[in-house]
């Protein structure tokens, strides 16, 4: 007997009297050519929406190339910085900017020196998107 089992999500093949009693304590529906169809549009609609935003994810990392961020920091003797720049301010600068994006995700190493700098974002569904950063001393 096959039976799609609710927590699980999928379809399974059990013996009857397992089937059945998986089906009369709610734990399983019984396949049938409704249930099937409805998994498939289930399943197509799903498709569809990750599609989607992974089409939007690849247009937000396009548009983040062409961004240059520009940070004013205090230097004090010899053209040292006080601290370091960190993902929290470049956050908010992107926000600035209008995009929203977490400073976990923003990948880079300490900037402890005025200069130019590329920060790579990582974002969903594997795709990494880049800007570049520029520090400039006050």
């Not at 396009?62 to 720049?85: C, D, P, R, W």
């Amino acid at each position: 007997m096959q039976v799609f089992l609710i927590k699980e999500n999928k379809i399974a093949d059990v013996a009857d009297g397992h089937g059945k009693f998986l089906v009369k304590s709610g734990q399983a529906k019984s396949v049938d050519a409704i249930l099937l169809a409805q998994l498939k549009a289930k399943q197509q609609s799903q498709e569809f929406h990750h599609g989607q935003d992974v089409a939007k994810t690849k247009e937000i990392a396009e548009k983040l190339k062409s961004v240059i961020i520009t940070l004013q920091v205090k230097l004090g003797a010899n053209n040292k910085m006080f601290g370091s720049v960190t993902g929290t301010e470049i956050a908010e600068k992107l926000a600035e900017q209008g995009f929203q994006i977490d400073k976990k995700s923003l990948l880079f190493d300490a900037i402890k020196d005025v200069g130019e700098y590329i920060i790579k974002v990582k974002m969903s569904h594997g795709i990494l998107g880049q800007f570049k950063l520029k520090v400039e001393g006050k």
